[in-house]
T-cell receptor, first 116, second 115 residues
C-alpha cells in the first residue's frame, strides 16, 4: 500500500525565515511520482512540482526548492525567505506506476503560517 | 480559462436527502477524479474515471455513485446523505490516462454540510 506522511501539522514562522516542510512516503513501486500542491486560504489546490522516482536531482524554482532522497523516502520542500503570501496548507502526494499511477495518495497536509 | 468547474460551491442537506455534485472540465482531459477533504485527513479519493465510459473506486467509495456523462463531465451522487459525508469535495482532471504525464488540475471545491 502507498502512504504519505507529513508529520508537521502546523508550522508558524516570522516573515523572511527559511522553512522546510517534511514529506515521507511509502511505496513498493519502483516507478512512482511525487507531487507538492499548495492550498491557499481561498481553497483551491495549486500544483507546484512533480518529480519521478528516477530523478533524484534537487530542484529550485525561485524561493522554492525540493530535496528528493530515495534512501530516506523523503521529498522535502523548502521555502527560502518566506513571505506572508506563502501562508497556505501544503500537501505532498504520491502516485505509483502502472495502474496505480491513475491515483494520487495525499499526505495530511502541513498548515504554514507566515507572520509579518 | 475555466479549467475545472464545480457546482454548486456550497450546499446544506438534511440526512437522507439525495444530491448530485457536478463537475466539468474544458481542457480535453481524459481522466477525472472526485476527492473529499476532511480536517487533518488530506484529500482522499472517492472515485475516478480514467477515460470516458470507465469508472473505478478509490479509497472511500461507500455512499457515493458517479457518472462519467461524457469526456467533459463527471458527476458525484449521494443517494442518501449522512452527517459523515459532511466535507469539502474536489473534482480534478488530468491529461492522459494516468497522472504520469501531467499533474491533476483541481476545481475550487464544493462545501457540503449534512445536518
Amino acid at each position: 500500500a502507498q502512504k504519505v506522511t507529513q508529520a508537521q501539522t502546523e508550522i508558524s514562522v516570522v516573515e523572511k525565515e527559511d522553512v522546510t516542510l517534511d514529506c515521507v512516503y511509502e511505496t513498493r513501486d519502483t516507478t512512482y511520482y511525487l507531487f507538492w500542491y499548495k492550498q491557499p486560504p481561498s481553497g483551491e489546490l495549486v500544483f507546484l512540482i512533480r518529480r519521478n522516482s528516477f530523478d533524484e536531482q534537487n530542484e529550485i524554482s525561485g524561493r522554492y526548492s525540493w530535496n528528493f532522497q530515495k534512501s530516506t523516502s523523503s521529498f522535502n520542500f523548502t521555502i527560502t525567505a518566506s513571505q506572508v503570501v506563502d501562508s497556505a496548507v501544503y500537501f505532498c502526494a504520491l502516485s505509483g506506476g502502472g495502474r496505480g499511477a491513475q491515483k494520487l495518495v495525499f499526505g495530511q497536509g502541513t498548515r504554514l503560517t507566515i507572520n509579518p | 480559462n475555466a479549467g475545472v468547474t464545480q457546482t454548486p460551491k456550497f450546499q446544506v442537506l438534511k440526512t437522507g436527502q439525495s444530491m448530485t455534485l457536478q463537475c466539468a472540465q474544458d481542457m480535453n482531459h481524459n481522466s477525472m477524479y472526485w476527492y473529499r477533504q476532511d480536517p487533518g485527513m488530506g484529500l482522499r479519493l472517492i472515485y475516478y474515471s480514467a477515460s470516458e465510459g470507465t469508472t473505478d473506486k478509490g479509497e472511500v467509495p461507500n455512499g457515493y455513485n458517479v457518472s462519467r456523462l461524457n469526456k467533459r463531465e463527471f458527476s458525484l451522487r449521494l443517494e442518501s446523505a449522512a452527517p459523515s459525508q459532511t466535507s469539502v469535495y474536489f473534482c480534478a482532471s488530468s491529461e492522459g490516462w494516468t497522472v504520469l504525464t501531467r499533474p491533476q488540475h483541481f476545481g475550487d471545491g464544493t462545501r457540503l454540510s449534512i445536518l
